[in-house]
């Protein structure tokens, strides 16, 4: 059975940071392109940032130098690092295995307000 668990949500003030962590089971982690994506009420789900078996990184351009997409394949784990957050990032946050995504987690809720 695959799961996808993410973690570290929560309500944070702009400019403030944020570390996201999926934990994945029942799947052959090492070889899956990793993804987060976000959705917004009203707005439909976009790719935030990526990262291939091979480490090979993309992020959208709306968080470019904000935020950081990494793995640790021995703890089937990807993260997201979010850094000078802004309301306007304010989501729920999936993460995604496959290219495009086949497995999704249960999302965590992100909000930046003050």
């Known amino acids: 059975q695959v799961q996808l668990v993410e973690s570290g949500g929560g309500l944070v003030q702009p400019g403030g940071s944020l570390r996201l962590s999926c934990a994945a089971s029942?799947?052959?982690?090492?070889?899956?392109?990793m993804h987060w994506y976000r959705q917004a009420p009203g707005k439909e789900r976009e790719l935030v940032a990526s990262?291939?078996?091979?480490?090979?990184?993309n992020y959208a351009d709306s968080v470019k130098g904000r935020f950081t997409i990494s793995r640790d394949n021995a703890k089937k784990t990807v993260y997201l690092q979010m850094t000078g957050l802004k309301p306007e990032d304010s989501a729920v946050y999936y993460c995604?295995?496959?290219?495009?995504?086949?497995?999704w987690g249960q999302g965590t809720q992100v909000t930046v307000s003050s």
């Open positions: 990262i291939s078996s091979g480490g090979i990184k």
């Open positions: 995604g295995a496959g290219r495009p995504p086949v497995y």
């Open positions: 029942g799947i052959n982690f090492s070889v899956f392109s």
